[in-house]
Every structure is written in structure tokens, then in C-alpha cells.
């Protein structure tokens, strides 16, 4: 993050959440917030998502905007379920523009939204100017996950360790150091269970298939030139192993195919690249 702006991958990750609302490809998750709050009209969305000047191909945008939907309906899904089994917490880590808390339909459930205190300020004067009210049962908690502690941010923000919550922590992961991840992972291991976590990795560059390392290496130069470099990767047995060795007893990690095939009910198709995964981990007792 570049200090004193508010995070441009966030911004890029709501416009493909967006135009994922208005374009034709299978609707894997409905936001109807998500075109308000990036700000801009479905013509100018379409005229960025299809612009010719982008360095990715249509296919691959495509494919990228479909995970980015089917994330956020795992981790919408795994709210529910947390919800139907008794949790009243959740905790988004690295909210960005996320409209979970604004159209928040368990009405007996707190939201914290935690992230950056220079993103959260603009997303605050989005909400504003998108005219979308705050809900009574949402708080804010800023903090810096590399120099602030979760701990007393969101014992800031109310919220109660001695009671079950679901965590939701997407897009985030890549972008801090693997201290950090390390320390948010005993944190949130550490809650009252049952408590679950969502959230999403890369694989490590040595993992690119030959022909996806130009592609790869580009995207990961476009990140850092924003000031926001990728700087932490895992394959999914080591998060696996740093999961179970933090305390969570069940793994559910899927690959982008899978989890976007799981929604739309077809069969995964080959890809040629390594793609991100997604995971829900969960702590029993
Ligand atoms: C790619 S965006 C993802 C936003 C949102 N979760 C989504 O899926 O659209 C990355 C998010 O991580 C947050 N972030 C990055 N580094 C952070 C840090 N050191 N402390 C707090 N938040 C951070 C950014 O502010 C931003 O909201």
C-alpha cells in the first residue's frame, strides 16, 4: 500500500465484482451494490472491462472476474452457514468496497469491517456519495495488519473474543508479509469456536506452468507498480500444514476451476495456468 492512498486493487476488484453484475457471462454472485459503489456507470464499466488497451486477454479477464464472483459466494455462503449454526459475529479483513455489510441479510449479526485506515476513509466517501446508509450493525475498525494489531483494533470496535465468528479475509493475503499472516491466523484460530476463516492465496512464481510465466510475471509487475506488491505465496499442502499447526481442524481448499464449475454446475475446464485458490478453514473446539 502506498501510504496515505487508499488501496487501487480494491478499486480493481469491485469493478470486475460490478461489471460482473451487467455483463453476459453466468451470474455466480448478485451484489445489487456492487455498480454503486465503484462509482462509475455500467457504459464506462464495460468500456474499462472490454478496453483493447489492457494488457490480459478478454479470456483471461473473463476467467479472473468469474473467481473474483465465485469468492465472493463461498465467503458469502460460509456466512450463512456460520449464521445458521449460531455465530453473530463477522469479520471482514481487508473489506476494500465489499457490500456484504450494507445489504446484510441476518439482521441479528454485527459486521466489522476492518482495513486500512487510508482505504477505509475513502471507502467511507464512496458509501457517501453512492448514497448507501451505514447499518446500525456495522463498525468500522481501521487498522494496519502490518504495524497495528487485529487484537485491539477490533477490541476497539466491540467486538467480543468469547463468542463464535466468521472471518472473511479475500484479496488480502498476497499483499502482506508472512509474519503478518501468521500473526491474523493465531488471532482468529484464537476465538471462541466455532469459528471460520475465508480466505484466498496464490502459488509461489516456481509453480507457473512454462507458458503462464511472462503473464504472470506482468500482472505481478503491474501490483507492485501501484505499490502493492504480491509478497506472500503458499501451495495448498503448506497452508494446509500452517492451518492445522494454528488450530483449525477441517481445510476446504478449492482451486478457481473447481470452485467456479462447482457454481455453475459444469465440469471444470483445463487451464493452462496455476490458478489462485480459495479456502475455508474451521476450528471446532
Ligand atoms: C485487493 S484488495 C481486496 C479488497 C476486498 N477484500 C475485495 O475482495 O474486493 C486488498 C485489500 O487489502 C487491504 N490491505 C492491504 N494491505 C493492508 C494492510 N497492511 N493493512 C490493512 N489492510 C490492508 C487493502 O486496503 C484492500 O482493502
Not at 506452468?209 to 511472462?214: C, K, M, Q, S, Y
Not at 505499490?227 to 503448506?238: I, K, M, R, V, Y
Amino acid at each position: 500500500m502506498q501510504l496515505g492512498q487508499p488501496s487501487r486493487t480494491a478499486l480493481a476488484t469491485a469493478y470486475a465484482r460490478a461489471y460482473h453484475q451487467i455483463a453476459s457471462e453466468p451470474r455466480i454472485f448478485t451484489d445489487p451494490l456492487a455498480v454503486r459503489i465503484a462509482g462509475i456507470t455500467p457504459e464506462q464499466l464495460a468500456d474499462l472491462e472490454t478496453s483493447t488497451s489492457q494488457e490480459d486477454d478478454t479470456d483471461m479477464r473473463r476467467r479472473r472476474r468469474l473467481f473474483l464472483a465465485a469468492r465472493a459466494r463461498f465467503a458469502e455462503d460460509t456466512v450463512a452457514d456460520a449464521v445458521a449454526a449460531g455465530s453473530r459475529q463477522v469479520v471482514i479483513l481487508g473489506a476494500g468496497l465489499d457490500t456484504f455489510a450494507y445489504r446484510n441479510p441476518h439482521p441479528e449479526v454485527r459486521v466489522f469491517e476492518v482495513d486500512h485506515p487510508d482505504t477505509q476513509e475513502w471507502k467511507r466517501q464512496r458509501l457517501d456519495a453512492a448514497d448507501i446508509a451505514l447499518p446500525a450493525a456495522l463498525t468500522f475498525a481501521p487498522v494496519d495488519f502490518e504495524s497495528q494489531t487485529l487484537a485491539a483494533g477490533l477490541a476497539a470496535a466491540g467486538f467480543d473474543r468469547s463468542r463464535p465468528a466468521v472471518f472473511i479475509w479475500l484479496g488480502v493475503v498476497m499483499y502482506l508479509t508472512r509474519d503478518t499472516i501468521l500473526d491474523t491466523l493465531r488471532f482468529v484460530a484464537g476465538q471462541t469456536p466455532p469459528v471460520r476463516l475465508v480466505f484466498d492465496y496464490l502459488y509461489p512464481a516456481s509453480a507457473a506452468l512454462p507458458g503462464e510465466v511472462d503473464q504472470r510475471t506482468a500482472r505481478a509487475d503491474r501490483v507492485a507498480a501501484i505499490g502493492e506488491p504480491w509478497l506472500s505465496f503458499f501451495t495448498a499442502d503448506e497452508i494446509a500444514n500452517v492451518l492445522r499447526e494454528t488450530g483449525f481442524s477441517q481445510v476446504d481448499d478449492r482451486d478457481a476451476p473447481n470452485l467456479i464449475a462447482g457454481y455453475l454446475g459444469i465440469t471444470p475446464r483445463p487451464v493452462a495456468t496455476v490458478p489462485p485458490h480459495v479456502l475455508c478453514a474451521i476450528r471446532t473446539a
